[in-house]
């Protein structure tokens, strides 16, 4: 059964190809999209239901029946060191998709040089195993189904 | 079992960009491999999820483990990925 991966933010979906860094324009994490999120302060959810096997302030990494998503928040955002960003969650904590894991404000992300645009990814996963549903450029919620990885 | 030892050099993080790098070249190899802190079961070198989940940070000694034909060779790249600091990648 195809598992329902959800947007983590509100924003617009964006190919990975419009990612600047070639580590998640070419899908060397894996296949998947891009979301670029509104300029203000926004709480990133859990896209899918399943463990928190990776944590850091700008990233969440969530495993479930062998699947694992990945959801970067910005790019380069590591040398951030957590500034900006708040955890509501921890590491091995279980999650329901949709569920509230990271706070933090794009505005200000930007406003520091970095880019905010997110990637979230199907790690580890073939490109033909994921089906975008819905096309890039529509504005999305949070929570909104955006592909599913067979 | 082979193993090798690694001290994550300056600025050296195990977060995404580093774990694919290490990820993609472990995951080449045929055999089976683990990374983890001296003393504490390691995880499956393969999985991306599984290494930037322990969160290693620079200046960490790393412990990484290969059992099989050709472990040691294997574990010698796999080294000098790990101390290859970022810039050196691009």
């Known amino acids: 059964m195809a598992l329902q991966v959800l947007s983590p933010m509100p924003g617009r ?5 419009e990612v600047p860094d070639p580590m998640f324009a070419e899908a060397m994490l894996g296949p998947g999209l891009a979301i670029d999120p509104p300029r203000s302060p926004v709480t990133a959810v859990a896209p899918i239901s399943g463990t928190i096997a990776s944590l850091f302030p700008h990233a969440m990494g969530i495993e479930a029946d062998g699947y694992s998503v990945l959801v970067h928040l910005g790019l380069e955002t590591v040398q951030l060191n957590g500034e900006g960003f708040t955890l509501l969650k921890a590491k091995g904590d279980t999650v329901v998709a949709g569920e509230p894991v990271i706070e933090w404000d794009p505005s200000v992300i930007e406003a520091g040089g ?6 979230l990814i199907a790690i580890q996963a073939e490109a033909g195993q994921i089906t975008q549903l819905v096309p890039d450029g529509t504005q999305v919620e949070a929570g909104t189904a955006v592909f599913e990885i067979a | 079992m082979a193993e ?5 050099p300056p600025g050296v993080g195990l977060h995404a960009r580093p774990a694919a790098l290490f990820v993609g070249a472990a995951a080449k190899s045929p055999l089976d491999v683990t990374i983890g802190r001296p003393g504490e079961p390691g995880v499956n070198a393969k999985s991306i999820l599984g290494v930037m989940g322990l969160g290693a940070k620079a200046g960490e000694e790393m412990v990484v483990t290969a059992e ?7 574990l010698s790249s796999l080294k000098t990925i790990l101390e ?6 691009a």
């Open chain 2, 4 to 8: 090798i030892t690694v001290v994550l």
């Open chain 1, 114 to 119: 970095l880019p905010v645009i997110t990637p």
């Open chain 1, 13 to 17: 979906v964006a190919n990975l190809s």
């Open chain 2, 84 to 89: 290859t600091p970022e810039g050196g990648h």
């Open chain 2, 68 to 74: 099989g034909d050709g472990a040691d060779d294997l």
